[in-house]
């Protein structure tokens, strides 16, 4: 975005600028500073505008001294200063005025690289700081001959500022360095810096130069007839500078774009594929171009590849050319291998019905009825039946005697609770007898147990003391 003295603005798309756009009629602008494309602000000898990728719109007036420049790091955050010493800070919905060079003739320039520093320089060849929450106050003199015209940061420790006769200086976040003559005798009309190892400064004689760190370039004359305004450079490849008379002039350095990862990719028969071409080197927005004839797959303006899931087993190489919105070019490939479909194997079973008449085990013991009766002892009863369910079977029964006084008499009980399968635990007491039955259910003749045959073992354990004995009872 560049302005003018009679109140356009002009915006450049990387290949051309759009015609002068009325946008402050009753001042002339002095600056203007850029985010993004949705944003920048501008400042005449008392007002700002904002320009949000559309229209202009006016803030208003906001000082009632000269503006001469602003920088911005967010739409949320600019800074401005004018000839009277007063820095006026955007917060993105209001202006708000700070004096802070009040005895140094007045700011010429300010850079600011977050909402947490700022670098402004002065008419007196003052350089004051600013860190989020105030000034530093102008104590140094650094240029102690001269009027400083601009300054440009690219980070809290690195900026340079140049003046009125051809001088430049540097700053590494402590101290400014020395004067630098690099075009005597001639004034600095505007300094951009895009690194610590990249400058471009123009001055009122058309002339250009270059600092990469360590020595500025001699000056080129590259505007010969008119005086150089303003500069801005994105990169070390890229700059555009305006003159008074309206034109502007762009410094390019064109490099080859090269292709990074990814340069190919696999998938399997039948599965579509998707991936995206990524590049280094380049300035700006890269534009693919395929120049395969017919090729198997598609490779997008944007890069992205796709391939449809019709592609049979084989290898596809798509190859095409690139360019960024600065003239950059360059070549890519991208190889797709194509793999088999997994098969599917079915395996059909089948299955012959065969009958087969199984005699039940043997077991252990038969058992028609059997009765264990134990007293002042703990008893483990086990009961194994062959059959599904023990209840149809046989049951397991527990039967205890009860004696209990009512008054003076006493009363005996006898109490049965039939067992189910499994494991018991019996314990005798002085006041109790328990006996443990196994009887057979349903038949009871032994007509009908040889018939049926009740194929259970009945276990028990007496342990005494530190003995164990076990006993199989068969009735």
């Known amino acids: 975005m560049a302005v003018d003295e009679v109140g356009n603005a002009l915006s450049y798309n990387g290949t051309e600028w759009t015609s002068p756009t009325s946008a402050d009629s009753s001042e002339h602008f002095l600056s203007v500073s850029c985010t993004s494309s949705t944003f920048c602000v501008a400042v005449d000898y008392a007002?700002?505008?904002?320009?949000?990728g559309t229209k202009w719109t006016s803030f208003g007036q906001i000082d009632t001294n000269t503006v001469y420049s602003v920088s911005c790091t967010s739409s949320t955050f600019c800074m401005a200063v004018d000839n009277a010493g007063n820095a006026?800070?955007?917060?993105?919905?209001?202006?708000?005025?700070?004096?802070?060079?009040?005895?140094?003739?007045g700011f010429a320039s300010v850079s600011c690289t977050s909402s947490t520093f700022c670098m402004a320089v002065d008419a007196k060849g003052y350089a004051l700081s600013y860190n989020g929450t105030g000034w530093t106050s102008p104590v140094t003199q650094v240029d102690t001959s001269h009027v400083f015209i601009s300054v440009s940061c690219t980070s809290s420790t690195f900026c340079v500022a140049v003046d009125n006769d051809g001088y430049a200086f540097s700053y590494d976040g402590t101290d400014w360095t020395s004067p630098d003559s690099v075009d005597s005798g001639t004034s600095f009309e505007s300094v951009s810096c895009t690194s610590s190892t990249f400058c471009q400064a123009v001055d009122g004689d058309g002339k250009a130069l270059s600092y990469n760190g360590t020595d500025w370039t001699s000056p080129d004359t590259v505007d010969s007839t008119n005086t150089f305004s303003s500069v801005s450079c994105v990169s070390s490849s890229f700059c555009m500078a305006v003159d008074y008379e309206g034109n502007a002039l762009s410094y390019k350095v064109f490099t080859t774009i090269s292709q990074s990862s990814p340069t190919s990719g696999s998938t399997r028969a039948g599965t579509a594929f998707a991936d995206q071409l990524a590049t280094t080197g380049s300035s700006?927005?890269?534009?693919?171009?395929?120049?395969?004839?017919?090729?198997?797959?598609?490779?997008?303006?944007?890069?992205?590849?796709s391939?449809?899931?019709?592609?049979?087993a084989g290898g596809y190489t798509v190859s095409g050319?690139?360019?960024?919105t600065?003239?950059?070019?360059?070549?890519?490939t991208y190889t797709l291998t194509v793999t088999a479909a997994a098969t599917t194997t079915t395996t059909t079973t089948t299955t012959v019905a065969t009958t087969t008449t199984t005699q039940p085990?043997?077991?252990?013991?038969?058992?028609?009825?059997?009765r264990a009766t134990v007293r002042g002892s703990q008893v483990l009863v086990t009961l194994l039946c062959a059959r599904a369910a023990c209840s149809g079977a046989a049951q397991l029964s527990r039967s205890v005697l009860v004696r209990t006084k009512h008054g003076k008499k006493t009363v005996t009980k006898r109490k049965i609770v039939v067992l189910a399968s499994g494991?018991?635990?019996l314990a005798t007491g002085s006041t109790a007898k328990e006996s443990l039955h196994l009887t057979s259910a349903g038949r009871s003749t032994l007509a009908g147990v040889a018939k049926h045959p009740l194929q259970a073992t009945l276990a028990v354990t007496v342990n005494r003391g530190s003995k164990a004995t076990k006993t199989v009872l068969v009735s």
């Open 284 to 305: 700006g927005a890269v534009s693919f171009t395929v120049t395969s004839s017919n090729p198997a797959f598609s490779v997008s303006s944007t890069g992205a590849v």
């Open 47 to 52: 007002h700002a505008l904002s320009y949000n």
């Open 321 to 324: 050319t690139d360019a960024d």
């Open 326 to 332: 600065f003239g950059d070019t360059g070549t890519w």
């Open 361 to 370: 085990p043997r077991p252990d013991v038969t058992i028609a009825s059997g």
């Open 423 to 425: 494991t018991y635990s």
């Open 88 to 105: 006026l800070s955007y917060n993105g919905t209001k202006w708000t005025t700070t004096s802070v060079d009040s005895a140094g003739g």
């Open 307 to 312: 391939a449809p899931n019709t592609l049979t």
